[in-house]
């Protein structure tokens, strides 16, 4: 595994502050930038799209969104919070896709929460995962399950923090985005991506397109994706014209199926 080999590059990881008590950890969208050599998904579906994983942040506990795309990335990630003073860690994995949940050993001793399918998938996958057959190297060994599991929609208490947990099938069928009613702002995973949204199951196309109406009807202010251009993000994220854009978009991919 290269992250315990030593090859890994995190000299572009970069933390970035979108929110008062949020942080973003930052890496890719750079070119000619390689996280490690030869052909492999963190290089060719992440770095090269930019990725970011998120903490939210209450006195001294954190709830981590995803846990990025290597136990590099992972431990980097932890061992500045700690410095930051943080000491209790709350896991949520926005889907099971490998780039989001790579670096959750790390992360091991902490409760590890995502929806009931993600938990599914993961599991189905197990193996193919920890030996790289079923994606491609890097291999994730040993690969971490949720050790809580929620369907529809659950509410943390992060300290004096409000933090929902919303189901929703947009991207992939598991996906669960945060929405922080105080600040309203949507921490959206991968249902929203600027620039190029990846479609892997278009047979839910009219799913997405009723989900992605359920984030808009929260009226956010603000929207964090997963995959966006690292100056917005710090900026504050985007607006809700990312929903009204990315639901455009499925709506010109169905008119293709007969036109």
């Known amino acids: 595994h290269p992250d315990r080999g030593g090859m890994t590059d995190l000299s572009h990881l970069r933390t970035l502050r979108p929110a008062p008590n949020v942080l973003a950890f930052y890496d890719g969208r750079v070119p000619g930038q390689r996280f490690i050599p030869g052909a492999n998904w963190v290089d060719d579906g992440a770095i090269s799209l930019g990725v970011a994983s998120y903490a939210i942040l209450d006195g001294d506990q954190a709830l981590i969104y995803d846990t990025h795309v290597s136990l590099a990335h992972a431990r980097a990630i932890r061992a500045e919070l700690e410095a930051m003073g943080i000491r209790r860690f709350t896991v949520v994995l926005s889907h099971w896709h490998l780039d989001h949940v ?151 991919l169905i008119r293709c199926r007969d036109d």
């Open 102 to 252: 790579a670096g959750t050993e790390v992360f091991a001793d902490c409760p590890v929460i995502a929806c009931q399918r993600t938990h599914d998938h993961l599991s189905q996958h197990r193996a193919g995962i920890e030996d790289a057959s079923f994606h491609g190297l890097p291999a994730i060994k040993p690969l971490i399950l949720p050790t809580q599991t929620f369907s529809g929609e659950m509410t943390l208490m992060l300290g004096q923090t409000e933090v929902r947990l919303i189901e929703a099938n947009i991207h992939s069928d598991d996906a669960c985005v945060l929405w922080l009613p105080a600040q309203r702002l949507l921490l959206a995973g991968d249902t929203l991506e600027d620039t190029v949204t990846y479609v892997g199951e278009p047979e839910a196309f009219e799913i997405h397109l009723a989900d992605l109406a359920r984030l808009a009807a929260l009226q956010p202010l603000h929207i964090l994706p997963n995959h966006g251009e690292a100056a917005r993000i710090a900026a504050g994220g985007y607006g809700p014209g990312l929903i009204t854009a990315t639901a455009g978009y499925i709506r010109h």
